[in-house]
């Protein structure tokens, strides 16, 4: 109701100022240059008066009344010659987009947004994930003072864009277009300067048709590589490398040294390697996303993130959203069935995640016990990874829900159990994203009760967590910090995934099957710190599955694999 009513307090707005504009005919007054003589004579008197009037009538002709920017930068080109009249027309065309942009934002961006994100074309230009699109579109109806001024710099309020980029874009992209003008204008008027005045203006017509073409060239996305975005990501050795995911980059940087086919059985069973990106194109669904591919690849593509951009344009989003084996994860997690906020009390809440209440019951209500007497709730929900993994785009929704659920509660902080929701949400929420083992080293008399026995532990790594390791180095730390001896905890080697990564499950059921009894003949205890990774490798026979968090709290619980969906569901009525 509170959205509608911003919707409707802008409508009527808009119908005074029709009304009114009609009865006084503003703009006809404006869009008259004749009419706007009076300045040339202020500008002899007052020049820095004649300014001020100047930003002030055209912030109100170009923002209110929609009348366009060029007849403002004809205007300043005559009355206050090329150089002047250019940063006097951009100043107050800035200012004036950057006024419609915050209206914008406080009165529709509630209720406009939603309506406009079911068009895909809005969508793709207005709402893409990497803003690129939106810049690039930002650009175009920058240079050229033509469009609906007032419309676009409304419109530009509903999108997620940030009002810091936006203001630095808009001056910066409508400036030589404003230039173009202005300059132009005054060669007509001054017959002593007249060509190199309009020379200039050509100069900056042409300048305005590169840059045009610089940034389509780097920032749209194509439909063929959607999204054509590139990432900068850490090496191990602290030195930022360029992350190939586009079709182009990956066919052309591929070097076929079968490195990321010898270390995937995916790769290794259809017999291609990441550069063979036609035939990845109809397998991108059979792909455990774990990303081995990336860790061992020479020149830096980013496997993952290439096969989960073929996922988010693949048809398959809109002819089988009901294809066997999707359907349950659709169901359940789109909009999260189990979500309970009901405990989510304090500055900090826990965050479990799906599949660590669901295998780790025993545990879980220990731990919230524990974290109670620090004034810490629980929050149970999904973080929308699996729904991401599938490329169906609704991720941010989901975060959003997340988001405004932690906001309604006053949360600050959200302490995560689960790698997979700690990697796919601590860039993603405003709020501080805090892994438990850390956690657990701020309450001094809790970590010195650690029970953790000595010696070399083999842990099965997470894909999430398997480059940086920053959730393993904080369970070290934290075991080390109890009990003075060290984890002892040693990477197993040769372990690709659990084979639940990437959904991939449902298109390769025996490259699954194989991944998750890997481990079956392991004659030494496995330790994980994933729930998921527990209970699939439980399921594919491995007989002594250590949860860490388990081990460390005390609690020795085995993963539930037999209740584990009807533990899930409790959780909604805790």
Not at 40 to 66: P, R, S
């Amino acid at each position: 109701m509170k959205k509608s009513k911003k919707l409707w307090i802008f409508a009527g707005v808009i119908v005074m100022i029709l009304v009114l504009n009609h009865i006084f005919g503003w703009s006809a007054y404006l869009s008259d240059k004749d009419n706007l003589e009076f300045l040339k004579y202020m500008v002899e008197d007052n020049l820095f008066l004649a300014g001020i009037v100047y930003i002030v009538l055209t912030i109100v002709g170009c923002v209110v009344l929609a009348l366009p920017g060029l007849t403002f930068a004809i205007v300043a080109g005559l009355i206050f010659g090329p150089i002047l009249g250019t940063l006097l027309c951009s100043a107050a065309t800035t200012l004036g987009a950057m006024l419609a942009f915050l209206v914008g934002r406080f009165f529709l961006k509630d209720t406009v947004k939603p309506m406009a994100m079911k068009n895909k074309y809005l969508k793709k230009w207005l709402f893409d994930e990497s803003g690129q699109n939106e810049l690039f579109i930002l650009m175009i109806t920058r240079l050229v003072p033509i469009f609906p001024y007032n419309l676009q710099n409304f419109a530009y309020g509903v999108t997620d864009i940030k009002f810091s980029v936006y203001s630095i874009a808009s001056l910066a992209f409508m400036l030589p277009g404003t230039a173009m003008y202005t300059v132009g204008t005054a060669g007509v008027a001054d017959k002593e300067n007249r060509w190199l005045y309009i020379g200039i203006a050509v100069l900056l017509a042409v300048i305005v048709m590169c840059v045009g073409a610089y940034l389509k060239k780097h920032y749209v996305q194509d439909e063929s590589a959607e999204p054509d975005n590139m990432k900068l990501q850490d090496t191990d050795v602290g030195i930022s490398k360029v992350v190939k995911q586009r079709t182009e980059d990956v066919e052309k940087d591929c070097i076929h040294c079968h490195k990321c086919q010898n270390h995937c059985i995916f790769l290794q069973k259809h017999q291609i390697d990441i550069g063979d990106t036609q035939k990845l194109r109809e397998l991108s669904y059979h792909c455990f996303l774990c990303g081995k591919c990336t860790e061992v690849c020479p020149v830096g593509i980013d496997g993952r993130e290439y096969i989960l951009n073929l996922r988010r344009e693949s048809k398959w989003l809109e002819v089988k959203k009901n294809d066997k084996g999707y359907g349950l994860l659709l169901w359940e997690k789109r909009n999260y069935r189990y979500r309970n906020y009901r405990y989510a009390v304090g500055k900090s809440v826990l965050f479990p995640g799906c599949n660590f209440p669901s295998f780790y019951p025993q545990t879980m209500r220990v731990l919230t016990e524990l974290l109670s007497k620090y004034g810490i709730g629980v929050a149970y929900d999904c973080c929308g990874k699996p729904i991401a993994e599938l490329g169906y785009g609704e991720e941010e929704e989901i975060v959003k829900t997340i988001e405004a659920a932690l906001k309604e509660k006053g949360i600050e902080e959200i302490i995560m159990v689960c790698p997979n929701c700690y990697a796919f949400l601590k860039e993603r929420l405003s709020v501080n994203v805090i892994d438990i083992y850390t956690k657990l080293q701020e309450f001094d008399m809790t970590v010195k009760t650690i029970n953790w026995e000595q010696g070399e532990k083999g842990v099965f790594l997470p894909c999430p967590d398997r480059e940086k390791r920053e959730i393993l180095e904080a369970i070290k730390a934290c075991v080390e910090n109890a009990t003075g001896a060290g984890s002892g905890l040693t990477p197993l080697k040769g372990a690709q995934c659990c084979g639940l990564g990437g959904v991939a499950g449902v298109k390769e059921p025996e490259l699954a099957g194989e991944m998750a009894s890997s481990l079956a003949n392991e004659k030494k205890p496995v330790y994980t710190y994933c729930a998921s990774c527990s209970g699939t490798l439980v399921r594919g026979g491995c007989g002594d599955v250590r949860h860490v968090l388990s081990e460390i709290l005390d609690v020795h619980e085995k993963a539930d694999v037999k209740k584990s969906m009807l533990n899930r569901i409790k959780t909604k009525f805790i």
